[in-house]
């Protein structure tokens, strides 16, 4: 599998917005489930969004974050919009042949991740 590399990241306050940018070295990034994961320090980490043909997220950020691709540039975004202190995290994309993955276990290419930061 090919590298991924995240950026975007970064220090905002409470009701800011940021984009995350995920870019695939992989020739066939269009056929795989695309998700972004997070990890606050002392806790596990957590499915955020994912993209196949449909997008699913997780309840702590439905409608409020947005999860894209476009297949023609090898990349993956995060929209996230009205963020709260507790987005605060590393966020990392992930790849899986697996529709629908949620479990980190499910998807087996990583990126480095980036920190977000959100102050109050």
């Known amino acids: 599998q090919g590298q991924l590399v995240e950026s975007g990241g970064g220090l905002v306050q409470a009701g800011d917005s940021l984009r995350l940018s995920c870019a695939a070295s992989e020739r066939t990034f269009d056929r795989y489930v695309m998700a972004w994961f997070r990890q606050a320090p002392g806790k596990e980490r957590e499915f955020v969004a994912g993209?196949?043909?449909?997008?699913y997220y997780a309840d702590s950020v439905k409608g409020r974050f947005t999860i894209s691709r476009d297949n023609s540039k090898n990349t993956l975004y995060l929209q996230m919009n009205s963020l709260k202190p507790e987005d605060t995290a590393v966020y990392y994309c992930?790849?899986?042949?697996?529709?629908?993955?949620?479990?980190?276990?499910?998807?087996?290419?990583w990126g480095q991740g980036t920190q977000v930061t959100v102050s109050s």
């Open positions: 993209i196949s043909g449909d997008t």
């Open positions: 992930a790849s899986s042949t697996r529709f629908g993955a949620t479990v980190t276990g499910d998807f087996g290419n």
